[in-house]
């Protein structure tokens, strides 16, 4: 019942429609910042109810716009709301919702990517990371290009258990391009499995909870987008420093359909490169020939675990970088052929 809330609960009083404020306001979409509203107000219910309960909740919007999954929040029994809207033409229609509900919502005017959300609602709300969730969360439907690195962003957080993961395994219910929201939820073995697969699901429980038609957003969209739902584990199921496992991983999907040991065998120096690999997934227990997408989170476990113990080895490892390799060689290569031809002369 979190969307149309329980009897007794807040609930707005009867306001222009979003189609209204839109106009009111001159809210035409900016296609550059990538602007697609949901002016259907069942479906801005939907993905709240697919946040949980948010009965007494501190809930963080990002990216309010027009305000339609705002109002389906001041509606679903929360406690406080609180967004953060990068584009100041939304302002006058938020404050006109937050007139509406007074003392809910507080309205910020910034950037999501820099905004300190751990500063933001009451320390009381703090639990230990292994208790239930607390009562804070975080919903939005955000611009493609803002979502995926602010997904990753927060993956880091969620790993260090800070920013919006300060108040213990904050639960996030975000919005992504379709193909996007496959490969977040995708399991082992399918055509979708990635680097965000594995990334997300190492740390967080992932599901893919619905998706929405393109063209309910105004203006459509090219494509469809999938409604997430993460709640970070109360165990990590990879226990290394997040930059170690996002090297691993990135390293393993950089060639994605060849075996895992060529893209492996990538964060080793030249020189050892072969030897290196094989100890890599020998005492891994990882077969060299499965491919990128049928490697399990556990196998991805091992793997950093492995790799971890060879960076202890040699501290010069984890810093080694493939491109910069191949970029010196090149140079070499061209110096040695500037030097033949000035001797030839
Ligand atoms: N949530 C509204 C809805 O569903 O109709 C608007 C969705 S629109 C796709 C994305 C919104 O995020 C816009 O209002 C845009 O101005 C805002 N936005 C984009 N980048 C942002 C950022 N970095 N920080 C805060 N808001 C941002």
Redesign the pocket.
Known sequence: MAASGAIGTFRLPPLPT?REIIKLFKLQ??KQ???????DLRL?DKIVRKAGSLTDAYVY??????????RSILNAGIAELLV????SR?LPGLQMLSDAAPGKLRIVH????T?KVERAFPESLKRQWEDDPPNVHII????FN?STPLIIKWLENVSQREGPFAYGRTQMTL?FQKEVAERLAANTGSKQRSRLSVMAQYLCRVQHVFTIPGRA?VPKPEVDVGVVHFTPLTQPKIEQPFKLVEKVVQHVFQFRRKYCHRGLGMLFPEAQRLERTGRLLQWADVDPTLRPCQLSVSHFKSLCDVYRRMCDEDPHLFAYNFREELKKNKRAGQEREADRESHSL
């Open positions: 979003i979409a900016a910042l990538s602007q697609n509203f949901l002016l801005t919007e990002v990216g309010p716009g027009p305000g339609g999954i705002t953060v809207e990068k584009d939304f910034g950037d999501v990517l905004f939005g439907n955000l611009p803002v919005t957003f």
